[in-house]
């Protein structure tokens, strides 16, 4: 079965799974752009021939390099990390050029698809993200950098854990 025809049925698959399901204060209008993006993301790991997990929040990740399996971050961590974030067109909209720890920023206050995504490596691991807006920028973006509902791919390597 070729790629597209699997895209095709994963994406039927997950709107008639969704549309069954009772959700509480979900707007219509939110739930149509999660699916939007959802299948932007999809559409581009198709064309770029890339696969990815999605994390029930809708996150999308690919282990690069799972790390040593002893040391793991969490929310009150402050990760060092080198980084690039680029957007679907390939524009890189950040670099860390080298390790960062951001000021000594925990991670629970980075974007909640890092908070997501580096939990799931551990020190020394690498980690491609595909951050949809909901876990990124959301509507606003940043101005100048990242445009409104951007979805963000973030190459991460978890360099050190404090």
Avoid at 16 to 26: E, G, H, V
Avoid at 148 to 157: G, K, M, R, Y
Wanted: overall charge neutral.
């Amino acid at each position: 079965m070729n790629t597209a025809v699997k895209l095709l049925m994963a994406c039927m698959g997950m709107i008639i799974a969704t549309s069954c399901m009772k959700q509480k204060d979900a707007s219509p209008m939110m739930d149509a752009i999660d699916v939007r993006m959802e299948n932007v993301i999809l559409s581009y790991l198709a064309s770029h021939n890339e696969t990815a997990v999605k994390d029930v929040s809708g996150l999308y990740y690919r282990i690069l390099q799972p790390g040593d399996s002893t040391h793991f971050v969490k929310a009150t961590s402050i990760p060092t990390i080198i980084y690039t974030n680029q957007l679907l067109n390939g524009d890189i909209v950040g670099s860390s050029f080298g390790p960062t720890d951001f000021d000594r920023r925990e991670l629970k206050n980075h974007i909640p698809g890092w908070q997501i995504g580096l939990q799931k490596i551990s020190q020394g691991g690498r980690i491609r993200l595909f951050i949809p807006p909901a876990l990124a920028y959301g509507a606003t973006g940043v101005p100048g950098i990242i445009p409104p509902n951007a979805v963000l791919i973030s190459d991460v390597e978890l360099v050190n854990i404090r």
